[in-house]
C-alpha cells in the first residue's frame, strides 16, 4: 500500500498568511493527488484535483503542485473561512490511501 | 452538480449486519465508479471499497475484505454497502463518493454492545 504522510499535522496561521501545506508519497503516484478540505461536522470537500486543478467554485487562493512523491497544497492568503482540517488523498494504485490530515487554525 | 444521500446507518451490536444505501442524482450513475469511504470518530479517513460502473470489478480494503460487499443498482441510481460481522472497530462515518469529485454528508454506524 502506498503511505501518505502530509506534514505539519497542525499549523497556527495568520489572516492574509501565505501557507503551505505537504503530502508525501511512499513511492510515484504520477500526480493522481487531491486534496479536500473538511470543516467540524461536514463531509469532505473538494479543492484541488490530479495536483494542480482548481475544483469548480473553489477560490484561487487555493492552489496545488509537486510531481512523483511531494505534493504541496499552498493558500495565497489565509482567511478565517479556511478554518479546517486538510486531507490529501492519492488515487494512483489501490487501495486508495489519504493522509492522515493538516489541522490548520486561525493564529 | 453531484447529490449523494446516504442512509441505513444505526446503533448496531458486534456480530450483526447492516445494510447501507447511497441514492444518487445530478449525473449519469451508470457511467461512473463509485466509492465507499470511512472516517472513525475524531480520525482520519479511510478508503474501503470501489465498484465499477458496470459492476464488473470491485476492490477492498483489506480491513473489510470478506466481511462488507458493495454493489449499485443502475436503475435506481443506488449504491449499496452490505456490513457483515461488525466489529466496534468499524464504528464510523460511511460517505458513499464519486471521486474525486463528489461525496455524500455522510451516514453515522456505531457497533456497540
Known amino acids: 500500500d502506498i503511505q501518505m504522510t502530509q506534514s505539519p499535522s497542525f499549523l497556527s496561521a495568520s489572516v492574509g498568511e501565505r501557507v503551505t501545506l505537504s503530502c508525501r508519497a511512499s513511492?510515484?503516484?504520477?500526480?493522481?493527488l487531491d486534496w479536500y478540505q473538511q470543516k467540524l461536522g461536514e463531509a469532505p470537500k473538494l479543492l484541488i484535483y490530479?495536483?494542480?486543478n482548481l475544483h469548480t467554485g473553489i477560490p484561487s487562493r487555493f492552489s496545488g503542485s509537486g510531481s512523483g512523491t511531494d505534493y504541496t497544497l499552498t493558500i495565497s492568503s489565509l482567511q478565517p473561512e479556511d478554518v479546517a482540517t486538510y486531507f490529501c488523498?492519492?488515487?494512483?494504485?489501490?487501495?486508495?490511501?489519504f493522509g492522515s490530515g493538516t489541522k490548520l487554525e486561525i493564529k | 452538480e453531484v447529490q449523494l444521500v446516504e442512509s441505513g446507518g444505526g446503533l448496531v451490536k458486534p456480530g450483526s449486519s447492516l445494510k447501507l444505501s447511497c441514492v444518487a442524482s445530478?449525473?449519469?450513475?451508470?457511467?461512473?465508479?463509485m466509492h465507499w469511504i470511512r472516517q472513525a470518530p475524531k480520525k482520519g479517513l479511510e478508503w474501503i471499497a470501489l465498484?465499477?460502473?458496470?459492476?464488473?470489478?470491485?476492490y477492498y480494503a483489506d480491513s473489510v475484505k470478506g466481511r462488507f460487499t458493495i454493489s449499485r443498482d443502475n436503475s435506481k441510481n443506488t449504491l449499496y454497502l452490505e456490513m457483515n460481522s461488525l466489529r466496534s472497530e468499524d464504528t464510523a462515518m460511511y460517505y458513499c463518493?464519486?471521486?474525486?469529485?463528489?461525496w455524500g454528508q455522510g451516514v453515522m454506524v456505531t457497533v456497540s454492545s
Open positions: 445530478g449525473f449519469t450513475f451508470s457511467s461512473y465508479g
Open positions: 513511492q510515484n503516484i504520477n500526480k493522481y
Open positions: 465498484i465499477y460502473y458496470d459492476s464488473s470489478n470491485k
Open positions: 488523498l492519492q488515487r494512483n494504485s489501490w487501495p486508495l490511501t
Open positions: 490530479n495536483t494542480n
Open positions: 463518493a464519486k471521486l474525486p469529485y463528489g
